[in-house]
């Protein structure tokens, strides 16, 4: 017993040193969530499979940097699996080198097995990461006018649903409380939902094989861009034959023409996946985040 007692305490104390700490997104029963569905999360090669019990994973700067903002990470991996390594710890890292408070959401992966509504899965876990992180700001110091929302691939599309689906709540939310990010950054990501340009297996994962035309606008967000959506960084590059790039230059033509703030980098190789071959892709993100 006392050796156990040890061992968990050492661990608890080695997650202090890294000032990360895992938090379930929901208090309590997680919603539109089929009961018994017999699937089973996994974790292998830094990715997530069959995720149905969503968290987020918190990475704090060192005090004397902090600048008060923050960002919830919403990985990619086409919503069949959540690259949790590569994409999620690796950026926060770097976001909290950079006085940014950074949480990496474990996301729930839509499916019929797991969800009455697998199209608003994803989105009802981001709307409760903003909700949850500006509900509790105070307890990581920061600012809660300055969070914001970052996706890769996939999750750029989760990123730029919770940046465009703001003003109704897929959650419970009886305070109120605003579910709008304060900024928003997409990189390769999947905006549309277009059959000309959208990633084909993740709408199908998302919303099926032969969803209704009004489904695909609901939930191509290049259609639902307003003046209030927040402001956004686009990165993207060119010779991408995962996701076209034309989701992002539509994306950032959409904010342009709503007189939304908008900075795109898009580099001429690297493909999808360009970050893991170009380290110093964050430089100018960080310098604009810091801007805001």
Request: contains cysteine.
């Amino acid at each position: 017993m006392k050796l156990a007692f040890t061992i968990v305490l050492s661990f608890l104390m080695f997650l202090t040193v890294l000032g990360q700490e895992i938090i379930p997104l929901y208090p309590g029963e997680i919603p539109n969530t089929k009961k018994g569905s017999g699937v089973t999360e996994s974790f292998t090669n830094g990715m997530y499979r069959g995720v149905t019990k969503p968290s987020l994973e918190v990475y704090l700067p060192e005090k004397e940097i902090a600048t008060g903002a923050a960002v919830v990470i919403c990985p990619g991996g086409g919503y069949s699996v959540i690259v949790y390594q590569g994409e999620g710890v690796s950026s926060a890292k770097e976001f909290a080198k950079n006085g940014i408070v950074a949480f990496v959401l474990k996301y729930r992966l839509p499916d019929d097995a797991t969800m009455v509504d697998k199209a608003i899965g994803p989105l009802q876990d981001a709307q409760q990461a903003i909700k949850l992180i500006r509900e509790n700001a105070g307890r990581w110091s920061i600012d809660p006018a300055k969070i914001g929302i970052v996706g890769f691939s996939a999750g750029g599309y989760l990123a730029s649903t919770a940046a465009t689906h703001f003003t109704k709540a897929y959650v419970e939310n009886a305070n109120n409380t605003n579910l709008r990010p304060d900024f928003q950054v997409v990189v390769y990501p999947v905006i549309s939902m277009q059959e000309k340009l959208t990633h084909k297996d993740s709408r199908s994962k998302l919303l099926g094989e032969t969803p209704s035309q009004a489904t695909v606008d609901l939930f191509s967000n290049e259609l639902q861009v307003t003046g209030n959506t927040p402001p956004a960084y686009i990165t993207h590059a060119a010779d991408d034959n995962v996701v076209d790039v034309d989701n992002s230059i539509e994306y950032f033509e959409a904010l342009r023409r709503h007189k939304v703030f908008v900075e795109m980098h898009i580099y001429p190789k690297g493909n999808h996946g360009f970050i893991f071959g170009r380290k110093d892709w964050m430089e100018p993100l960080v310098k604009w985040i810091k801007s805001l």
